[in-house]
């Protein structure tokens, strides 16, 4: 079994709280054991970063050492905390001095980071640690019936020099052989690495939103049933917005945005009302139907 300090993030504990219990189930599943880390902060996305770098990494410094004291990787399930504490791991990590300023912040807390932690999503840990050949033994049901788009959003792609995908190339595909490996049919659609616009929302609706609905109708145009992502704000946004989206190009899609531990747990068998799926914006009805024989 292979046990993670759990850093779930903001949006599956608040926004979308729904995905936090379909990824602790998922976890159970393939025998993840994970230790949530209980008083870590947000990882500063976003605003926080680009108006004060340094304490954004003093933040994401401290829940590294956490984990470091806890003695295990971190494990998170939000493609934007991998790629914020990703990049922030590489400041830190490249540079001895800055180490040191940033533990001189964390002294106060008796903490101190030694450069050691390992931060990776689920679907990196399901593909490179726990194996496809090792998840397909626990597919109880099979997604033949489904196509599903990949939507990777831009925090796990980019910048790749800080995701290490110099040491693990198969990053860049590995939405999409998960999505094979549990019997889905992949919609390899053109947007699948582009942003969703959620980190324009609260400056320029009118683009966050066209952005949505490009997103959701390309991949609804190609035949896609639903789309996944691993990130959590991405859903978000394509599931929250896709109303107004739907609204503002005059055209419906009403595409189902699952996030990644909810596609896996319809593979597995899960109860799909225990994986959150009945409290989306956009209706999971039809999906499930096609996905869960009868």
Sequence with gaps: MSKYAFFPGCVSRGGCPEL????????????IELEEMVGASCTGAGVLQEKNQFLGDVLNARTFAMAEWMGLPIMTI???????????????????????????????????YKGTTVVKHLLWIIIEDIGVETLKTHVRNPLTH????????????????????????????????????????????????????????????ANSVAMVGKHTSEAADMG??????????????LDGYQPKAMAQSQRKTNLPILHLPQLMGLAMGLDPDELGLQKHIISTGDLVSKAVPA
Excluded at 97 to 105: C, F, G, I, K, T
């Design 20 to 31: 936090y219990p379909a990824a602790m189930q998922v976890c159970r599943r393939l025998g």
């Design 78 to 112: 939000c493609s934007t905390c991998q790629g914020v504490m990703s990049q922030a791991n590489k400041r830190l990590t490249d540079d001895p001095e800055y180490l040191a300023r940033v533990n001189a912040e964390l002294a106060e807390e008796y903490l101190e």
């Design 146 to 205: 489904l196509k599903v788009a990949p939507f990777y959003g831009c925090y796990i792609l980019r910048p790749s020099n800080a995701l290490g995908f110099k040491d693990y190339p198969g990053r860049e595909t590995s939405l999409e052989e998960l999505i094979e490996a549990i019997g889905g049919e992949v919609v390899n659609f053109s947007g699948k690495s582009r942003c969703c616009g959620f980190p324009i929302l609260t400056i320029n609706e």
């Design 224 to 237: 896609a049933d639903a789309m996944v992502t691993p990130c959590p704000l991405c859903h978000l946004n």
